[in-house]
């Protein structure tokens, strides 16, 4: 046996992950953990009988794994709620501040933190995406004077199944060998759609929400039936993330001309407000980061 | 840019007014156009305004019946279908009559033109498409019906998330505790009883001392204490200072006189503005008025003989129906056309909890105009259809000149009100004395009997 037949391709790399990622699909086991530097938020803010409740809200309102875990607990038979929670905001006005934070102090606590080691910038990257894309949700929300929470919950949440996905490999890699993001990128692009569906699902996420994340892509936004317009939304506010946080991956051209802004029947000067708004969602991102 | 081409008629705008110009200018076999910059025909009337709003209202009272139904069936409804079933039986309707307006324009052979529109002579006027790309097409006679939109107050940041108007408002997905509403207007007072009754503490904020000022008091008291019974509140004779998201949970609203009012969503219903921003009217020779708004004559025809503007771009009444019959007069005057006389006693239908509707003159109106008047009044717990119904709360006014004769004017507040008008209004058009609605046989048991009852309390206050 030569050496070259006992190192895996970098292809039968990614079949064998594609195998474990298929299985653990199908069981329905998913985990979705907090970030590091969330996690660490949250703790101080919780802990702190002083905290500022804005500051919470603010927090639980740019992380993807927080803000899912929260729905799903606000939903739960334990906090009976008079309607279901479907927003953010909603949960956070239903809940008040000292529930909150208790809340999300557990979440941080049982939810795990990712092991990133290797992939900082990645995940880093997968992160802003994902805020980014629910803001500029709520600067497409309002143009068109539609609901501007479910718009951003909708963005926020579009590319949940990512990080799950992300987490998955990263869990089941017995050597804990790091391997390369070429190989793992394809893959994660592959599943989220069907892993966000399915921890959607799981979790009872709100329908408007699930709806987004199965269809918001430029291919199937138009299945959509929810009056909120959410996947159509979710669709051009992530090529809006994507052009604002890497210009270099998409044209402005390519972007203008796009279906979906004929859809939301964007004129010219409508994509001009939209493009104006970048360095405010940069700056947002920014902030939190910081 | 494409070649000119010639139309007997353009209209810019595919509201009510809009509508009506396009399909009288196609009826009289004239070649029309109509620009519309939404991709949908309907303008706010469809997709914002009056079709959402009365099916929300209709949605919410039905609801309401079925859950106080729950206690005598025992049945139960799931909680979250609430708010979902609302919003999408809303947004059925307003597709089912979106399309239903396209297939009439179509079907009169009107051609579209999806674009915005801006004038660039008295004549031409150019689309510009989503992409950019523009055309220009001429026009014999122009009609302008491009609507308006909520106003928005320079001290109130509509954010469309906390703080909204009242195109924002429908697309809530889910009940809020509490609702502070701005203005004491119709859409005001609409949208407050709506969510009062789905269950929400509203409260709404205005500088006058009473909603709907310019309704009869005894319609508006029964109305204030309809909303006051479902939970809500109104606080007349306030000036906000400011309004503002707290950052958390709350809006708060600081008042003039120092008092903070907390509600967790704000409605702003301070009126609403013409929607001539994109259309540069003074390329036509146009200006606005004071107001922002586009002047007229009696046949809605601007200072420019051949340009006509119709429905809300020329202010009140800026009703839905009244803006339909400015169409299509606007466009047989434009065609020289007879149009028949211009309508008298137009009725003003408010589709709050419970209706309220009005024609003619109220009873102020009566005695300062013939020197003295006579009030007949039929409270719907008195009428047999009433009970039966359960639509107790209501009143009916009759007003006569002062012999008890003539009839001057109806004011209705319950449910069934903005029908129930309509004989009213037949009787003023057709000058029916008061003794003809006592003569006359209606049908029993209903809620038209009120008229009859009504009448009957103005003969007994007949001088002898």
């Known amino acids: ?290 | 840019m494409s070649a000119l081409s010639p139309y007997d008629l353009i209209v810019i705008g595919s509201g009510p007014a809009g509508q009506k110009a396009a399909i009288q200018g196609a009826k009289s076999g004239k070649r029309v156009a109509l620009i519309e910059q939404n991709r949908e025909v309907g303008g706010a009337c469809v997709y914002q305004g009056t079709i959402p709003s009365k099916t929300l209202r209709e949605s919410a009272l039905q609801m309401v019946q079925f859950l106080q139904a729950t206690d005598v069936f025992e049945f139960r409804m799931r909680d979250d279908v609430k708010i979902a079933s609302l919003m999408t039986r809303l947004d059925n309707v307003v597709r089912a009559h979106g399309a239903f307006m396209a297939e009439q324009l179509a079907r009169n052979g009107i051609e579209r033109f999806h674009g915005r529109a801006k004038f660039v002579s008295e004549q031409e006027i150019q689309v510009k498409g989503l992409d950019g790309t523009t055309s220009v097409i001429r026009g014999k006679s122009i009609v302008i019906a491009t609507g308006s939109r909520p106003r928005v107050p320079d001290n109130i940041p509509i954010d469309h998330e906390h703080i909204l108007d009242s195109d924002s408002i429908l697309s809530l997905v889910y009940l809020p505790k509490s609702l502070t509403v701005l203005g004491g207007g119709v859409i005001a007072s609409e949208y407050a009883s709506i969510f009062a009754l789905l269950g929400v503490q509203v409260t709404i904020i205005d500088s006058a001392d009473r909603p709907l000022k310019f309704l009869d008091q005894e319609l508006t008291d029964q109305f204030c204490a309809a909303f006051e019974n479902t939970g809500g509140h109104y606080r007349g004779q306030l000036k906000i200072q400011s309004a503002q998201w707290d950052g958390f949970s709350k809006v708060i609203t600081r008042l003039e006189s120092g008092e903070i009012l907390e509600g967790e969503k704000m409605l702003v219903a301070l009126g609403r503005v013409a929607n001539l921003e994109h259309l540069d009217i003074q390329a036509a020779g146009l200006e606005t008025t004071p107001r922002g708004l586009i002047a007229v004559n009696d046949h809605c025809q601007t200072r420019v003989p051949h340009i006509y503007a119709v429905g809300d771009v020329i202010g009140p009444p800026s009703l839905a129906s009244c803006s339909m019959e400015q169409g299509r007069r606007a466009v047989c005057h434009a065609l020289g056309l007879e149009s028949g006389d211009a309508p008298e006693h137009i009725p003003m239908g408010i589709y709050t909890i419970p209706e309220m509707s009005s024609v003619g003159l109220n009873e102020q109106e009566a005695v300062e105009k013939f020197g003295g008047a006579l009030v007949g009044r039929a409270r719907f717990h008195e009428i047999a259809r009433g009970q039966i119904s359960g639509m107790t709360n209501g009143l009916l006014k009759m007003v006569s000149d002062a012999k008890g004769e003539k009839l001057l004017g109806v004011h209705i507040v319950g449910e069934g009100a903005t029908e129930l008008i309509h004989i009213g209004q037949m009787g003023l058009l057709y000058n029916i004395d008061i003794d003809r609605f006592v003569e006359n046989i209606f049908n029993f048991p209903t809620l038209a009997e009120a008229y009859r009852v009504a009448a009957l309390d103005i003969a007994k206050q007949r001088k002898r």
């Open chain 1, 1 to 290: 046996m030569t050496l070259a037949s006992t190192i895996p391709t970098q292809q039968e790399e990614s079949e064998a992950l594609r195998i474990r990622i298929t299985t653990q699909l199908e069981q329905g086991t998913l985990d979705l953990p907090l970030l590091p530097v969330v996690a660490n938020q949250v703790l101080q803010l919780a802990g702190d009988p002083n905290a500022d409740a804005t500051k919470l809200s603010a927090l639980i309102q740019q992380d993807q794994a927080l803000a899912g875990q929260i729905l799903r607990i606000a939903n739960s038979p334990a906090y009976a709620p008079r309607s279901p929670i479907v927003s953010l905001q909603q949960a956070i006005a239903w809940l008040g501040m000292t529930m909150l934070a208790g809340l999300a102090f557990s979440v941080s606590v049982q939810s795990g933190i990712f092991t990133i080691k290797g992939y900082e910038k990645e995940i880093r990257g997968l992160w802003c995406h994902a805020l980014a894309t629910g803001l500029y949700g709520k600067e497409i929300a309002r143009r068109i004077r539609h609901n501007v929470e479910n718009a951003f919950l909708c963005g926020l949440l579009h590319t949940i199944g990512k990080p799950v996905i992300l987490h998955l490999i990263l869990t089941s890699q017995s050597n804990h060998e790091v391997s390369p993001w070429t190989v793992l990128e394809p893959i994660i692009q592959e599943f989220h759609i069907s892993a966000g569906t399915k921890l959607a699902e799981v979790w009872k996420l709100p329908e408007p929400v699930q709806e987004a994340i199965r269809l918001y892509p430029d291919e199937t936004y138009h299945q959509a039936t929810s009056p909120t317009k959410g996947a159509m939304i979710t669709c051009l506010a992530n090529h809006l993330a994507s052009y604002a946080l890497a210009s270099s991956s998409l044209e402005e051209e390519t972007l203008r001309a796009l279906p979906v802004i004929q859809d939301l029947n964007f004129y010219p000067d409508d994509m001009d407000a939209l493009l104006e708004v970048r360095e405010g969602i940069q700056q947002s991102i920014e902030a939190f980061l910081v």
